[in-house]
């Protein structure tokens, strides 16, 4: 019932259900009527868009800076959301882990299926989001791997086909790493804190490191079925490299879904619930969710730095008054993300019931 041990059904990769080029999907994916997307939205995109940040313009004189500083701070309380460019990974890199990844799950099913996972860790190939059983399912696969700390990374778990897969992630990891220390000393200084306390707030050096790389297979009726419910990311940080080619990513503004428009070379920088906590609720992490679609598949790669696993996370001190008390509790990263395997994409359910009564 509540085991993490295994799935309460058997998994079907979604992508053996695309390859057998069927006209309609099962009725496990078919979602209640309130739920499903207005694809109208996405061929008329309206002209809402998240912020695009420049963030060569810290490495630029004061003003630029504090202008590059401000505009993430903006969009960290305004959006949650933002897109960034001259983020200091090189578009090889990103190019080459796109394609590495394309490759994989272009593999035969048998050799991804090796990789099978459980709702243990959730480390592997996999479909399924949450244990609970005779769930409205969604339209995509992943394979889920850990980075950081150390301890834990367990390349074996990773795919060993293609080859140079493994150093890939590896190289792609420690690029995207240092992209969020960045981000997170930017958030900290944002707040009036010290440059160092929200990673100090994370465990410093012993931060937690994860990837999902997400493929959402061509859908015959993308119009009555998600590729990944809404949520909001249950970590830190998320820094996801896009599909530059195909839209799918849609978030959550003012109670509509703004369809993302990733620019080239660009990443989407999105706040967790963690943030959402440490910040005391001036940062928010914000409802996203993934659309599919008939004519091509989809890959994205979502990057989620986190807090030190055993950690209790809560508001920072110096971010509370007697104006604005302590909104949550504190919890470690390992109780909170239990809900999530659990329960799989619930909105932004669980951030809320951690408000302090
Ligand atoms: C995620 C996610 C968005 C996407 O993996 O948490 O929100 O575009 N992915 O695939
Ligand atoms: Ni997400």
Redesign the pocket.
């Known amino acids: 019932m509540d085991s993490l041990e295994a799935w309460p059904e058997p998994v079907v990769p979604v992508q053996s259900l695309a390859e057998k080029d069927i006209e309609t999907i099962p009725n496990n994916y078919i979602k209640p009527e309130s739920e499903r997307p207005s694809l109208t939205d996405v061929s008329h995109p309206n002209t809402l868009r998240i912020p695009v940040i420049d963030l060569g313009g810290l490495a630029e004189g004061v003003v630029e800076c504090r202008a590059t500083m401000k505009a993430i701070s903006d969009a960290c309380r305004d959006w949650g959301f933002f897109q960034v460019v001259n983020h200091g990974v090189s578009v090889e890199l990103m190019s080459k882990m796109k394609e590495i990844w394309r490759a994989f799950f272009h593999l035969p099913m048998d050799q991804k299926q090796s990789y099978a996972n459980s709702p243990t860790t959730y480390e592997g190939y996999g479909s399924r989001l949450g244990v609970d059983k005779d769930t409205i399912l969604d339209w995509?696969d992943?394979f889920y791997l850990h980075l950081l700390p150390f301890a834990i990374k367990n390349p074996n778990k990773w795919p060993s086909l293609p080859s140079s897969i493994r150093e890939t992630i590896e190289e792609y990891g420690s690029e995207v790493v240092k992209l969020c220390e960045l981000l997170m000393k930017v958030m900290s200084l944002s707040l009036g804190l010290d440059v160092g306390d929200f990673q100090e707030a994370f465990g410093g050096e012993e931060v937690g490191a994860c990837m999902?790389v997400?493929y959402?297979p061509k859908c015959p009726q993308p119009e009555l079925t998600l590729?990944?419910s809404p949520?909001s990311?249950p970590g830190g940080l998320?820094v996801?490299l896009?599909?530059h080619h195909v839209q799918?990513?849609q978030v959550r503004k003012a109670g509509s879904w703004v369809t993302?428009q990733p620019l080239p070379n660009s990443f989407?920088v999105?706040i967790g619930d963690q943030i959402q906590v440490l910040s005391n609720a001036v940062y928010k992490s914000v409802e996203?969710?993934?659309i599919v679609n008939a004519e091509a598949e989809?890959i994205?790669i979502?990057f989620?730095y986190n807090p030190k696993s055993d950690l209790p996370v809560g508001p920072a001190r110096q971010l509370i008054t007697p104006d604005r008390p302590p909104l949550y509790r504190s919890m470690t990263f390992n109780e909170y993300r239990l809900y999530i395997r659990k329960k799989g994409p619930r909105g932004k359910s669980q951030v809320e019931s951690l408000k302090a009564a």
């Open positions: 995509g992943y999902r997400n959402y590729g990944l949520h990311d998320t996801l896009p599909d799918g990513l993302v989407i999105n996203h969710r993934v989809r994205s979502a989620f």
